[in-house]
Nanobody
Framework: QVQLVESGGGLVQAGGSLRLSCVASTRSIFSISEMGWSRQAPGQQREMVASISRHGITTYSDSVKGRFTISRDNAKNTVYLQMNSLKPEDTAVYYC?????????WGQGTQVTVSS
């Protein structure tokens, strides 16, 4: 089992930037493979935003490609999401995800609000 704690959400104006962080705690840290970020806006389906493998291979949704960057510090058991050129439609609760032995673990979520 993996415990995930997100931070870095908040209120920002359109065009601004935020960086989300997620620290993973587990007795078997080396068993964590893929990590990523998902988001859910009110009344909308959950969307996978970005993911990164243990070896640094990244994927992005089309809606954030070119604006968001996911990175990972394996020594600190932390995954980051740098969000630039934020838009009001990026407003959502952002969840950190960590896959361990085929099981997905989710954080509690952090709110990101982008004002126009």
């Amino acid at each position: 089992q993996v415990q995930l704690v997100e931070s870095g959400g908040g209120l920002v104006q359109a065009g601004g930037s935020l960086r989300l962080s997620c620290v993973a705690s587990t007795r078997s840290i080396f068993s964590i493979s893929e990590m990523g970020w998902s988001r859910q806006a009110p009344g909308q389906q959950r969307e996978m935003v970005a993911s990164i493998s243990r070896h640094g291979i990244t994927t992005y949704s089309d809606s954030v490609k070119g604006r968001f960057t996911i990175s990972r510090d394996n020594a600190k058991n932390t995954v980051y999401l740098q969000m630039n050129s934020l838009k009001p439609e990026d407003t959502a609760v952002y969840y950190c995800i960590a896959d361990q032995r085929g099981q997905s673990n989710w954080g509690q979520g952090t709110q990101v609000t982008v004002s126009s």
